[in-house]
């Protein structure tokens, strides 16, 4: 089979930087956008796909402006679900239930949140519904470590390992087929 590239690029720097911001609707600063524009300028994309909130939207809808593309809109490309600790710096939250999260958020989840296996489990589904084509994600940071799980067999842990800041574009190549499997080609920041 003909493998295809994904590229994951979580969104731009939001409004409210700094704080546990998973499924608040917080848009991305105009700076934050011109990021992401930059990071998508010269990919052989076919597709675009976009989390249904504004801080990855607005990317999207960007980029595809520059492309005369359609941008497909998928809620399961959302962040993961922080509950009762959305809109929270790390600060005003309890750093030994924080840390017991860090350390295991599929056991330690946010009161009201979302498990990591959740996250995994939505992302696996969004992307095993992505056409065969050469496709731009604009998502999360979240949705992109479960991402790396999904495809590369990366545990929460080690999804952990590198930096994935706003703007950073992670790149991959898949062969379509049960399971899929992937080879990660590029990853900027």
Known sequence: ??????????HGAPETAGRMIGHSDIPSTAAGIES????ALNLDIDHIVSSDLRRAQHAATAIAGDRALPVAVD?????????DWD??????IDAATLGAFWDDPDENPPPRGERWSALVDRVA????DLAPK???VVTHGGAMRAALGVLCGFDQRRSWAFALPYSARLSFQI???S???????????
């Open 75 to 83: 809620p399961r490309w959302r962040e993961l679900n922080f509950g």
């Open 1 to 10: 089979m003909t493998p295809v590239i994904l590229h994951l690029l979580r």
């Open 175 to 177: 062969w379509p087929g």
């Open 125 to 128: 589904a969004a992307l095993a």
């Open 87 to 92: 809109g929270l710096s790390s600060q005003d």
């Open 134 to 136: 050469n496709t731009l």
């Open 36 to 39: 992401c524009r930059a990071q």
């Open 179 to 189: 399971p899929q499997t992937a080879q990660i080609v590029a990853l900027h920041s």
